[in-house]
Each structure stands twice: as structure tokens, then as C-alpha cells.
């Protein structure tokens, strides 16, 4: 395989990845030997906030009134795609049945976890979208209790549209508390709150590192890192719509990779022209972020052809994949690693990020190899159950009695001895080990 790279990124995902973990312990070590008392004292310290800290209906009424009502509207209508969709997911949860043997049946059932903590960005800017992938998605689900937690602003409180998404969506209670103080509180139990059995949405580092050190006392959607988008284009597809969609991605933070990989220098070359332009004409804070990804992190690969590609792609495993390419049905069948994938220039992540329907919290960081985004089934245990007659249990007892043996795992086999003696008495079995 031959590609050539354009641009090449200085800096990875990785480079200034920091030693987090331990000011995360200290702080979860705190937080759950002193309890309510000692978060409160984190939120003092990083949020600068004193309360109050879960939401009345009479605070959550006055933080919806300040929504205006075309936003309203827009947060009903993207928690409507993005409940249907979820219905959609849920529908392939089923509970089956099957007969293994006569008279032994073994079944499959979905149950979802009775509490959700779903964490909200809202520091730098407002993740009205994040309330509704994380809460939507809980709800359909069936979780039980499903608390919102979101970093307040100072003499403020939670960003209200926020707060009316989060509402909106299905939260039973919403949490002004922020980073690893408000990941701890829903894990422990804080505040009158149920102790989640699950974490999901996305955070900085140290919320991530939170989740992490938490996972396996509660489960979690994933483990984060830096936001990242691939595009896949070709002679066909138009250089300003890919710029555009490039830096609409880099704006996310200074260290989010963005990565361009096409068959066509010339599409390559003109992209490399408008991006710089096109971050020049963003506001201050957006641009920093996107002058910094791009000149840092983006990479821009020219192959020979769509096999490589395709093969390319799938290497890097990006959060994000936009295709803007001819025969859109052949990309779709070949691309195998990606979190949420995006076809022809009609569509675009934001949408995804924002409205369309599919969940925007994804694996980054190449996680997309091995795993998907958030969904119904995150909040889903499948579990399974059997139930046999009697005789239907009888050659099962003689086979993991003798492979209970070979194992030399004797009292597992006489679990099956003392099944066979009760219910064939006349009955004699070969229950010895053969290796």
C-alpha cells in the first residue's frame, strides 16, 4: 500500500497526556470517606459554586423559563430523532428462548440497570446536546432513576438550556456539581441521590480518569480522549464543504485530530489552501482551537486508490467518518472502524453531534477498533437463564461430571453425581475423567 502524506501531525492524542490519576484519587478518597461535606468543598474549590445542588421542580421551572421558545423547540426536536432512533435500538434487545437439547431450555433476557449518572459538559461551552444523547437514550432503556449532572457556572447554576434538555429528556434529578466531584457524587450516592450503577457521557480529563479509576464498582460508557474526525474523499467531492467540515472538527479543542485521506492531490491541495483561511474567519476562541488542532494534530494522506483508502481508514479507527465520495453503498459495505460514519457531503457530524438522531458519544483514540458509541444497550444487561426436566438434565450431569473431573474440579462434578443418583437411582454412569 502507498500513501503519501501532505501533512503529517507533530503531536498525537497522546503527547501531552498528563499524570491525572493521582490528584483524581485524592479527590474521590476524599469525597466518599467525607461525603456530601467534602464535595461541597470541591465545588467551592473548581466551580465556584455553593448551591443549590440538586434542582427542585420549582428551580428547574424557573431555569426552562429562560429558554427562549425557538430553542425549545429545536432541543424537542433533536430529543425526538434521537428518542426514535434509540426505540429503534431497543427493538433489537429481545428476550429469546431456545430448546439446547430436549428438555433443556436456555434463554436470554434484557434488563436494564436501575441507575444512570449521566455527566453534561458545560464549562467552555454549553453540551445541550450531550443532556440529550445521555439522558434520551437512558430513558427509552427503561433505567429506573436517571440523574443529570452538569457543571454549574458561578452565582449561576446550570446553563438553562441544559437543565431544560436534561428535563425534557427524562431526568429525574439534575445535579449542579462539576468534573470529578460530580462523577464522585453519583457513584457514592450523594446528596439523597441513588447510587448510579453506570456513567456515561462525555468530560475532560478528569472526569475520564474519574471513570476510569470507577470502572468495575460502576460500569461506563467508555474512556475518552480528545475528539476525532476522519474524511474520505475523492476527485468528485467539493474542497470547501471538506475544509468547512474539517475545522467545523478541530473547533472541538486544540489537541482533536482531524485527518484528510483522498486519491486526488489536487482535492488535497485545496483543502490545505481553504482550512487555514476558513479557521482565520472563526471567532477568537474557536480559532485558537482549531489553528492549534490543525496545525498540531490534523494529517492530510493521499493513496491510490479507494481500497487504500478504506484500508487507511480503518487503521486510524476514527470517532468520526465522513465519506464525501462516489458509490456510497460500496464505502458503507467496506469500512469496518469507525464510531458513528457519515454518507455523502448531505449529511455532516454536526448533525450527528447535534440532531439527527444517531448518538454522538463515540470512542476515540482508535477505541473505535474494538468497540461502538453510547446506546440503549449500554444501559442494558443481557443475561441469560436455563431451566431443564429431569431428563432433559441427564446427559448435561454426565458430561460436566466427567469434564468437572478432568479439570480436576471435584466438587463441581458431584454437583452433577448427586443430580444423577436422585432422579435415575437405577441408573449406573460413567462419570470417570478420560484424558
Known amino acids: 500500500m502507498t500513501v503519501t502524506y501532505l501533512k503529517k501531525a507533530t503531536l498525537t492524542s497522546r503527547s501531552d497526556a498528563s499524570d491525572t490519576t493521582k490528584i483524581v484519587q485524592d479527590i474521590l478518597n476524599a469525597i466518599e470517606f467525607g461525603g456530601d461535606a467534602a464535595a461541597v468543598e470541591y465545588a467551592a474549590k473548581f466551580d465556584k459554586y455553593d448551591g443549590p445542588f440538586v434542582l427542585n421542580e420549582e428551580q428547574i421551572a424557573a431555569a426552562s423559563a ?22 429503534a435500538q431497543k427493538e433489537t434487545c429481545t428476550d429469546v428462548q431456545v430448546e439446547i437439547t430436549p428438555g433443556l431450555v436456555a434463554g436470554q433476557k434484557s434488563i436494564p440497570v436501575e441507575t444512570a449518572g449521566c455527566y453534561i459538559p458545560g464549562g467552555r461551552y454549553a453540551h445541550i446536546a450531550s443532556a440529550i444523547m445521555t439522558v434520551t437514550t437512558a430513558r427509552v432503556a427503561g433505567c429506573t432513576n436517571i440523574i443529570a449532572c452538569s457543571p454549574p457556572r458561578p452565582g449561576v447554576g446550570i446553563h438553562p438550556a441544559i437543565v431544560y434538555a436534561a428535563k425534557v429528556c427524562g431526568a429525574d ?9 460530580g462523577v464522585a457524587s453519583m457513584t457514592f450516592g450523594l446528596f439523597g441521590l441513588p447510587k448510579a450503577n453506570i456513567l456515561v457521557g462525555p468530560g475532560n480529563q478528569f472526569v475520564a480518569e474519574a471513570k476510569r479509576i470507577l470502572f468495575g464498582r460502576v460500569g461506563i460508557d467508555m474512556i475518552a480522549g480528545p475528539t476525532d474526525s476522519l474524511i474520505l474523499a475523492d476527485g468528485m467531492a ?23 485521506v483522498t486519491d486526488t492531490k489536487a482535492v488535497a491541495e485545496d483543502v490545505m489552501r481553504l482550512v ?12 485558537d482551537n482549531a489553528t492549534a488542532a490543525w496545525r498540531d494534530y490534523a494529517e492530510v494522506i493521499v493513496c491510490d486508490n479507494r481500497e487504500e483508502m478504506a484500508a487507511t481508514s480503518d487503521s486510524y479507527a476514527p470517532e468520526h467518518l465522513t465519506v464525501q465520495a462516489e458509490d456510497l453503498d460500496w464505502w458503507l459495505n467496506r469500512l469496518n472502524c469507525y464510531g458513528s460514519l457519515f454518507l455523502g457531503e448531505e449529511t455532516t457530524v454536526a448533525f450527528g453531534d447535534k440532531a439527527s438522531g444517531t448518538n454522538h458519544v463515540l470512542p476515540t483514540s482508535g477505541a473505535a477498533s474494538y468497540t461502538g458509541g453510547l446506546s440503549v444497550h449500554k444501559f442494558m444487561k443481557i443475561v441469560t437463564w436455563q431451566r431443564a426436566t429431569r431428563d432433559g438434565a441427564k446427559p448435561v450431569a454426565e458430561a460436566t461430571a466427567r469434564i468437572s473431573r478432568l479439570e480436576g474440579m471435584e466438587g463441581h462434578a458431584r454437583t452433577a453425581d448427586i443430580r444423577l443418583k436422585k432422579y435415575f437411582p437405577n441408573e449406573t454412569f460413567d462419570l470417570t475423567a478420560e484424558d
Open 238 to 260: 467539493d474542497p470547501e464543504v471538506v475544509a468547512s467540515d474539517l475545522v467545523g472538527q478541530a473547533e472541538h479543542g486544540y489537541n482533536s485530530p482531524v485527518w484528510l
Open 276 to 287: 487555514p483561511e476558513l479557521i482565520a474567519d472563526l471567532p477568537e476562541v474557536n480559532r
Open 173 to 181: 434529578k439534575i445535579l449542579a456539581m462539576g468534573g470529578v466531584q
Open 66 to 87: 429562560k429558554v427562549s421558545d425557538k430553542l425549545k423547540r429545536d432541543i424537542e426536536f433533536a430529543h425526538a430523532n434521537v428518542k426514535r432512533f434509540a426505540e
